[in-house]
């Protein structure tokens, strides 16, 4: 395959070319490589790295002030299920969710219907479920069944999660996913 930035061979690096070249584009301020790097020294193993989670912190916080949407996701995930933080995991999520990012939103929803704002986190999950989430789905469809949604609001929320899913389907992934 090749490589996006410089139309290299990548099939041809080694495990160490791979992380010489990430490191470059570390240095070079890329956001993307600054949050993969950070996944790097948060599980430890990969690339040789060891678990650093303080190290990955650092990283991530660099990639999301840079605006990478993977680290926003990073941090707020840390935030919440590590750390208890939800004021910054919702702060993380909420940056990128504006933006689009569907699973951060379909996040904010779980914190929300956690912390006692099931009508709050029922609206986000109909914006990520009409963008095509599939969880957001299933707990709008669980909250109907319990009587939290309305049919209007159901129907119209599975009309266009039906539509954003026929747009993005294809003859690769359906052979791809069987």
């Known amino acids: 395959m090749k490589c996006p930035f410089c139309n290299a061979d990548r099939d041809s690096k080694t495990d160490k070319d791979g992380?010489?070249?990430m490191m470059k584009r570390v240095e070079a301020n890329d956001a993307g490589s600054m949050s993969f790097l950070g996944s790097y020294h948060h599980l430890g193993g990969k690339g040789g790295f060891?678990?650093?989670s303080a190290k990955a912190m650092e990283l991530w916080k660099q990639a999301a002030?840079?605006?990478s949407s993977g680290a926003h996701c990073k941090l707020g995930d840390v935030y919440y299920r590590q750390e208890?933080?939800?004021k910054k995991a919702?702060?993380?999520f909420g940056a990128v969710a504006m933006?689009?990012?569907?699973?951060?939103r379909y996040n904010i929803g779980i914190m929300d219907h956690n912390s006692g704002n099931p009508k709050r986190a029922l609206k986000h999950w109909m914006i990520a479920a009409s963008a095509g989430k599939y969880r957001s789905m299933h707990n709008l469809l669980v909250a109907f069944k319990q009587g939290m949604v309305g049919?209007?609001?159901i129907?119209?929320?599975?009309t266009a999660y039906n539509n954003s899913c026929a747009e993005i389907r294809s003859e690769a992934r359906d052979a791809a996913i069987l």
């Open 19 to 21: 992380v010489e070249e």
């Open 99 to 104: 933006a689009g990012h569907e699973p951060a």
């Open 151 to 153: 049919t209007d609001a």
């Open 155 to 158: 129907n119209a929320t599975l």
């Open 90 to 92: 919702k702060f993380h």
């Open 84 to 86: 208890g933080d939800m």
């Open 50 to 52: 060891q678990q650093d």
């Open 65 to 67: 002030e840079l605006g």
